[in-house]
T-cell receptor
Framework: KNQVEQSPQSLIILEGKNCTLQ??????????LRWYKQDTGRGPVSLTIMTFSENTKSNGRYTATLDADTKQSSLHITASQLSDSASYIC????????FGKGNQVVVIP | EPEVTQTPSHQVTQMGQEVILRCVPISNHLYFYWYRQILGQKVEFLVSFYNNEISEKSEIFDDQFSVERPDGSNFTLKIRSTKLEDSAMYFCASSELRYEAFFGQGTRLTVV
């Protein structure tokens, strides 16, 4: 069973709109939880990193939240841009990094 | 800004051949990793390397695979006798601390 589940698998949003991506994990305890952005054919790039005790972390238009009680994290994208089209991967670090399958986001004009 | 660099960006090889994927980690980093991503699937851990030896490897990393740090800057992944199912993006990553990973841009390996 995958330790990190993400939803929705994919979504299409209009440029300028907001969206929220969900991550449910079973890894516990963990060192940190990260959200990566992966453009097609490129390596993942770290957006945010939160430790077990943090609830929210922002990086520009990206805001990640963490609820350690429910083992859920979300990534909110505000005022989406065409360049936000990518896969967003939730990664939980314990003994090793546990990757989700990613949320595929397509932003259309 | 320092980055992990990988070469080549794309490698095509015949089934059964050996390939070597090369990586130059960020210079002051101590932990090195190889990951694999089959098209349309999630990123999978292969191996981690610390203090000049393998610190952890996954079930994917069988005898077909080996890693080496031949000098102070390069980190290589060798795949002996490649199979069709080895076709994937291979990402090198490095980190200063254990629970981080800065990824390279990847090598797309196509086995034909």
């Amino acid at each position: 069973k995958n330790q990190v589940e993400q939803s929705p698998q994919s979504l299409i949003i209009l440029e300028g709109k907001n969206c929220t991506l969900q991550c449910n994990y079973t890894v516990s305890p963990f060192s940190n939880l990260r959200w990566y952005k992966q453009d097609t054919g490129r390596g993942p790039v770290s957006l945010t990193i939160m430790t077990f005790s943090e609830n929210t972390k922002s990086n520009g238009r990206y805001t990640a939240t963490l609820d350690a009680d429910t083992k859920q994290s979300s990534l909110h994208i505000t005022a989406s841009q065409l360049s936000d089209s990518a896969s967003y991967i939730c990664v939980v670090a314990r003994d090793r990094l546990a990757f989700g399958k990613g949320n595929q986001v397509v932003v259309i004009p | 800004e320092p980055e992990v660099t990988q070469t080549p960006s794309h490698q095509v090889t015949q089934m059964g051949q050996e390939v070597i994927l090369r990586c130059v980690p960020i210079s002051n980093h101590l932990y090195f990793y190889w990951y694999r991503q089959i098209l349309g699937q999630k990123v999978e851990f292969l191996v981690s390397f610390y203090n000049n030896e393998i610190s952890e490897k996954s079930e994917i990393f069988d005898d077909q695979f080996s890693v080496e740090r031949p000098d102070g800057s390069n980190f290589t992944l060798k795949i002996r006798s490649t199979k069709l199912e080895d076709s994937a993006m291979y990402f090198c990553a490095s980190s200063e601390l254990r629970y981080e990973a800065f990824f390279g841009q990847g090598t797309r390996l196509t086995v034909v």
